[in-house]
């Protein structure tokens, strides 16, 4: 009989270990498409996201958000708590909660299941949020359009019928038809590591991109270039400078970028803060959200 056991016990340890753990994604090294433009209501009104502060993008088909900006354009009211890595927006009389790598979310308190979860690309420091799960959340509705390459999402606030929805979304396909994206590469292994796009004006950078260090070339030539530092990875600043005056066949940028940084993180590296400067043709913007991560964004000078 206690032989019998053991055998049991033996084969249900032996089942135990040969069931495979399920792998955490790193959103970082996932795959992603920044060919989104976000609209509140009419085609008129396009939700800009400025330099520094996180860019839409489809990632594993579902389409990802910064929260905060997401939020504060559907006229919510938001609150992160650090302990927690929970998201809270308050707005048009609903409160939603999303908990950072938790499918499962709330909406007025009531409990409901995403089939993603929100996440935080290390290296910005920034949260992203499901942008449908948000929006409909806060009781509004959200559709979305494929205007060739490129998705156009509209978040409805104004109680439209379904007829005026679908009308606002072919007017927003309409109204940028003449405009032409660049071609995104969603396969990282196309592209030199740590960059992400192909430039729609400058270069890719012939400096390594090292770790520690993203670089966003331009989908278009309106759209600003971003290189992305953590500036808790050793020699991450200098290599992140070194790309921009790269960039701009300029080494006086890269001096004046890092020292921006060096300044403002020599003390606190969650510091909070913005620069900026001209190098030749462009504007060299220099910023840190509150958190390890540092954003260089190029845009030409007007």
């Known amino acids: 009989m206690k032989k019998i056991k053991i055998v049991a016990l033996i084969t249900m340890l032996c089942f135990i270990c040969t069931i495979p753990a399920f792998a955490v994604t790193d959103w970082d090294k996932e795959p992603k498409s920044y060919d989104v433009r976000v609209f509140i209501d009419n085609k008129d009104n396009e939700l800009k996201f400025p330099a520094g502060m996180g860019k839409p993008f489809i990632i594993q088909g579902r389409t990802f958000v910064p929260y905060r900006i997401m939020c504060e354009s559907l006229g919510a009211e938001v609150d992160w708590d650090s302990n927690a890595r929970k998201v809270t927006a308050v707005g048009n009389g609903n409160t939603v909660e999303l908990a950072i790598g938790k499918k499962t979310y709330k909406v007025n308190n009531v409990s409901k299941t995403m089939d993603v979860e929100p996440f935080i690309l290390s290296a910005e420091g920034r949260t992203y949020i499901p942008a ?171």
């Open 132 to 302: 449908r799960f948000l929006t409909e959340g806060l009781n509004y509705t959200i559709d979305f359009a494929k205007g060739g390459k490129i998705m156009f999402i509209c978040s409805f606030t104004q109680g439209q019928s379904k007829a005026e929805q679908k009308a606002i979304l072919e007017d927003i396909v309409k109204a940028n038809e003449n405009i032409k994206e660049e071609p995104v590469v969603t396969n990282p292994e196309t592209l030199p590591p740590g960059v992400r796009n192909v430039p729609a004006w400058g270069k890719i950078p012939t400096i390594p991109v090292e770790k520690g260090v993203n670089v966003d070339p331009p989908l278009a030539k309106d759209y600003v270039y971003g290189i992305r530092i953590d500036v808790r990875v050793p020699g991450a600043v200098d290599n992140g400078c070194d790309i921009l005056a790269d960039i701009l066949k300029d080494p006086s940028a890269g001096e004046k970028a890092k020292a921006i940084i060096t300044n403002a993180k020599k003390d606190d590296i969650w510091a909070n803060f913005s620069g900026g400067f001209e190098s030749g043709k462009h504007h060299v913007s220099v910023a840190g959200p509150k958190s390890p991560g540092v954003s260089i964004a190029i845009s030409p000078s007007k």
